[in-house]
């Protein structure tokens, strides 16, 4: 197996990892498991031991499984209530006749420069659209013949905390992590094809402790969001409303996904 590669959902209450494996040019899903979060309250690393050894214990877990073979790439992905999405834009004039890749890279560079927030850890960029000639929207404008180029791009941020207490974990189990991913940019990537984001659609991804959600219009990303709403309200509401217990009321949620109220 060569091209092995990891990837760690964190999740406040729980972290899910998978191992995938390129074999023979095709993808091939080894394991996976399961691990609760230890040292983590609220989105806070508060025991950086306990969450060093959930990480380990998937780590171990994988180890016996890859038969004497090495991870070779960590990919993390997480969401946070106080994560941050910040548009930016920046032009420049274009003085030879057409647009290079090196006019983009530019741009991108002035962007990462200038994501910066205090406490906050800039973790992607990702470009929404170029603006030509400040009226033309274009996703891929190389080789196109204008004057002047604008780069419009979203940068996602966590707590700086998270970020160091994350990385440092996964270096005291000898892996390095090779990328974060916000949690709703995957969600967005596999749920949604190009016709529903062309025609305009919001996605909201509710998790156990908070909801995030995405607006598209003509392709492109309008906007993110993370909002202190999450699945435990739901089913709290639903205990308190029929006065049952918080474990019967999640199963009726799980299960019913519906309320309908019959006069």
């Keep these: 197996m060569r091209d092995i590669k990891a990837i760690f959902d ?48 998937i780590v171990e877990n994988f180890v016996k499984k890859l038969w004497g073979d090495f991870i070779d790439e960590v990919f993390v992905s997480i969401s946070h209530p106080e994560s941050l999405v910040k548009r930016i ?21 002035v962007i990462a420069d200038v994501a910066v927030k205090n406490n906050m850890e ?24 204008w004057k002047r180029l604008e780069l419009v791009a979203d940068a996602f941020m966590i707590p700086k905390n998270l970020y160091n207490g994350i990385i440092e974990s996964f270096n005291k189990v000898w892996l390095s992590v090779s990328d974060i991913i916000p949690n709703i940019l995957s969600s967005s990537e596999i749920a949604l094809d ?60 799980k299960t019913h996904w519906t309320a309908i109220v019959d006069k």
């Design 10 to 57: 964190i999740g406040n209450d729980s972290i899910k990892a998978v191992i995938f494996a390129d074999d023979e040019g095709k993808t091939t899903m080894l394991a996976k498991h399961m691990e609760p979060t230890q040292g983590m309250r609220k989105w806070k690393i508060l025991d950086s031991e306990g969450f060093t050894r959930s990480i380990n214990n």
């Design 122 to 145: 800039t973790i992607k960029i990702v470009p929404v659209h170029r603006i030509i000639d400040d009226d033309k929207k274009e996703k891929d404008p190389i080789w196109l013949k």
């Design 194 to 253: 190009y016709d529903r984001k062309d025609l305009g659609v919001v996605l909201v991804d509710i998790w156990k402790n908070q909801t995030s959600y995405t607006i598209f219009e003509e392709g492109f990303p309008l906007w993110y969001w993370t909002i202190p709403l999450w699945g435990e309200d739901v089913t709290k509401d639903i205990s308190i409303g029929m006065q049952i217990d918080i474990k019967e009321a999640e199963d009726i949620k």
């Design 89 to 109: 834009a920046e032009q420049k004039r274009i003085m030879d006749p057409e647009i290079w890749e090196w006019d983009v890279e530019h741009l991108s560079r």
